[in-house]
Every structure is written in C-alpha cells, then in structure tokens.
C-alpha cells in the first residue's frame, strides 16, 4: 500500500464523522487539511534528470597558465562546436583571455546555432591539468534562452609555474529512455 492510499485511509473515518453532523466548517476545514497532505504525500523531489552528451569528445582549446603576452592580454582561443560524429557544426566555443599570468580571470563563452538551441539543456567545461587534475565546471545559460552559455575561471598555480591547460567543451541534452 502507497504512503498516499495509507494517508487517504487513515482520514476516512474523520471525514465520515464530519459529515454526519459536525458543522459545515469543520468538514471544510478536514477536507482542506486531507487535500493539502495528500498532495504532499505526491510529491516527488528526488528526481534527477539524466543528460547524453550531445558534442564530439574532442572540442577543446588549450590555454597557457602562467604566461604573459605581449600585447596583453593573450588573444583568445576558438575552437567549433561538432555533433557527436563530428560532421555537423553546431556552435562555437571561446576562452578570453587563452592565456595569461596565474590570477587570469577567464571568460568561457558557448554559443549554439539555432537549429540546435532547443536540444542543448546544459553545457559545462572540464579543463585537464597534467599538474593540477581535472575540474569540470557548469556554464550559465542565458536568460533569453537563444543558445549563449558562459561562466567566468580563475587559473590558479603558484609562483612561477607554467602549464598548457585543454579545456574540453560538453553539451548535454535531456535523456530520453
């Protein structure tokens, strides 16, 4: 028996004696308190929604950590965004700076075509380090809705240190079964 038919049972018997002759506000009010618990007892907030990623492995860019350029800052880096075979373009992705001096704030930029806006339901970056590890970061989806996904970076280090970091660009959409 579900928590919901055992609840509806158990106010059964407070219903019945509610309209056998208490007054009309009583019945409202038990039926106001059983319809607002049975509603709760329906309610399900664990569910987790499960993502396919919808991009080729391999859109990535690489940085360069603890470097300067010269002009600075360092010009940013692209690469296109591919489906999943890699045949089809479906955005572009871009770091500014692609490079700089530890401490460099990042912007990371997504931006998905069009025809492919209403797939994407979540971007992220994961950036592999061979000194540092892997991180995977969630993009912020635009407000508008029309495809523009970025998120802001720190590159950390310690003084003196020099790395090419690959940043590694996913988008998902909602799994279907």
Partial sequence: MSLRTSFVRSLAPHVALAAQGANASSLLRTSLV?????????CQTDTETNWEQYNADDNAVELEVGTTCDPAPCDPVETTLTSNTGAVE????TVDPGGGPIGTIHTFEVTIGDDYVADVGRVTVRIDSDKRGTDEYDLVKDS???GYWTTDIESVGEEGEVRTDTATFRLYQEATE
């Fill in 34 to 42: 059983a319809g607002v618990l049975v509603a709760a007892a329906g």
């Fill in 144 to 146: 508008t809705g029309e």
């Fill in 90 to 93: 479906i955005g572009t992705a």
